[in-house]
């Protein structure tokens, strides 16, 4: 979901760079019935996605790497220790873009995510509280996944908002957002 809406946000405001969705999940599940539903209410078809385990190739070459709870982070950053200052949770990015300020026109992805990151400690991976994680609607009733596609959506916003306030290609930023997909 979170990999749909973000994609679909950026190419809104016309920026033009791809978001690829991996995870913890093995190879070619299909998401749940409720998550086809969900999306395809807000017009996104998601039937031919399938789960794609993530990589340290997709880390390496991503510019920007999402998970949705701190677990995937821990995950990402133990699997490819170098890709620790470009994985965030997308909660921790929001928070920490809307202290920091939106990037600046011309200013470098990497410039912006180290001024989010200012701060920033490794420790804080270690803690399990909610504060920077979106929760697993998994196995859950149909209102959960709802609930957890509009917080998406709503911070796919804020994201595109902050990171991409003036649209368009940055072709100072080239690459793919990793959006894990757990």
């Known amino acids: 979901m979170a990999q749909a809406m973000l994609s679909s946000r950026l190419a809104a405001r016309g920026v033009t760079i791809p978001v690829a969705s991996a995870g913890l999940l093995v190879g070619g599940r299909r998401p749940p019935t ?6 395809a209410a807000r017009g996104i078809d998601l ?3 399938r789960s794609r385990a993530v990589t340290a190739d997709d880390l390496a070459t991503a510019d920007l790497i999402l998970g949705l709870a701190r677990e995937h982070v821990r995950h990402a950053a133990v699997l490819l220790p170098a890709a620790w200052p470009r994985a965030f949770t997308l909660r921790e990015l929001v928070r920490r873009g ?5 990037r600046a026109p011309g200013e470098p992805l990497g410039h912006w995510l180290d001024r989010a990151a200012a701060g920033r400690d490794r420790a804080g991976l270690l803690g399990r ?4 994680d979106v ?3 998994a196995g ?3 209102p959960a996944y709802q609930a957890t596609a509009y917080q998406l959506d709503r911070l796919a916003r ?4 902050l990171g991409w306030p003036s649209g368009g290609t940055r072709p ?3 690459g793919t957002v990793r959006d894990k997909d757990f």
């Not at 409720?34 to 999306?39: A, G, H, K, R």
């Not at 509280?129 to 920077?132: E, I």
């Not at 804020?158 to 908002?161: A, I, N, P, S």
């Open 98 to 102: 809307q202290q920091a300020g939106s």
């Open 129 to 132: 509280g909610p504060a920077d």
């Open 140 to 142: 859950g009733p149909l």
């Open 47 to 49: 039937s031919g996605h």
């Open 158 to 161: 804020d994201l595109v908002e």
């Open 135 to 137: 929760a697993d609607p």
């Open 172 to 174: 100072e930023s080239p």
């Open 34 to 39: 409720e998550v086809i539903s969900v999306m």
